[in-house]
DNA sequence: TTATGGATGCAAACCGATTGCATCCACGGT
DNA sequence: ACCGTGGATGCAATCGGTTTGCATCCATAA
């Protein structure tokens, strides 16, 4: 349901540094080092797409801890850019683990039947986002974005278009 | 704050049916003209960005009515094609007017500063949307695409850079 | 070992959005 | 023009995700 592509790797989500460098950068940055942080880092180190509080909360197992701090060291990862925030349209925030110097920046394809997701490498719009920029006179423009569709198990018995 | 940009305009923005011509749609869809729904859409009419629910429901002005009714007719004017839903990514609903035919498909440039809003023609990644739908067998790929940027009253007094 | 400020647990609050239910009224049928 | 009916509304309760106040706890530096 949610394996990775196999003829299209996405490297930047398999390999994930060591739970002590995570915690080495929270040292540095003279956060806590905590049973909860730990925990919350190892299920994200184990989860290669954006996941929700609710379900880090879920499988922290024997290192259980408040859902509150859950969400608050979320936002303390996000704050230290240890995390992205994803936004999938439902309401729900999603995070996915960064690795040491990438800004995150990717995007999904997510099945609105069954909820599966691929990581989509590469980025598109960029030079059109600064043609946007100068045309209005905005600075420092980013953008979201996010694709939704149905996957092949979820595919409709009678096809109809693409 | 919220004009829109007179050397680049957005026409489809700026014409609106009148309010007969929408009532109409609803009773050909066996919905009834109530004075809410009418109340509703001549707002809907006013606004040429996306408006929020409790916007809509401020904006009523004598033709009051209760919240409630006005996120059931948003969705009941949704179900029919006449709005259309945007996300900012700020937790609230967003709704335009749709014009006759038009499905709504186009995205927004959002300044973080102060919230104005410019609207964007044209729609980018098509192509690699088709590409990206093969690849991984997805059917019915559609897409969600919002810009976010500082506005040229928002810029920072330091200007950084683009 | 100590003290100190950040981190946690718990519960309450918040906010956008939805819903159950009694009442109301727009509209097709007569 | 009048009825009857089912959709629409008002009101209040509820829901789910998220945040927050506060007392307590504990990781870390001195």
């Keep these: 349901m949610s394996s990775p592509c196999s003829r299209h790797p996405h490297p930047h989500r398999l390999i994930q540094q060591p739970l002590t460098e995570l915690t080495e ?7 806590k080092i905590t049973a909860p942080r730990q925990a919350i880092l190892e299920v994200l180190r184990r989860h290669q797409h ?11 197992g024997t290192a259980d801890c408040d859902l509150a701090t859950v969400y608050r060291n979320l936002h303390t990862l996000e704050d230290m850019g240890m995390v992205r925030r994803f936004d999938f349209g439902d309401g729900v925030a999603r995070f996915e ?34 043609a ?24 409709p018995a009678a096809p109809a278009s693409v």
């Design 25 to 31: 950068k929270l040292r540095s940055k003279s956060r």
């Design 50 to 60: 954006p996941i929700t509080n609710k379900e880090i909360h879920a499988a922290l």
């Design 97 to 130: 683990l960064l690795e040491e110097g990438d800004d995150g920046h990717h995007h999904h394809l997510v099945c609105t039947g069954c909820s599966a997701v691929v990581e989509v490498d590469g980025c598109f719009p960029t030079e059109l986002e600064q």
């Design 132 to 155: 946007l920029a100068r045309r209005h006179g905005f600075t420092r423009v980013t953008h979201k974005l996010e694709f939704f569709g149905l996957c092949p198990k979820c595919a």
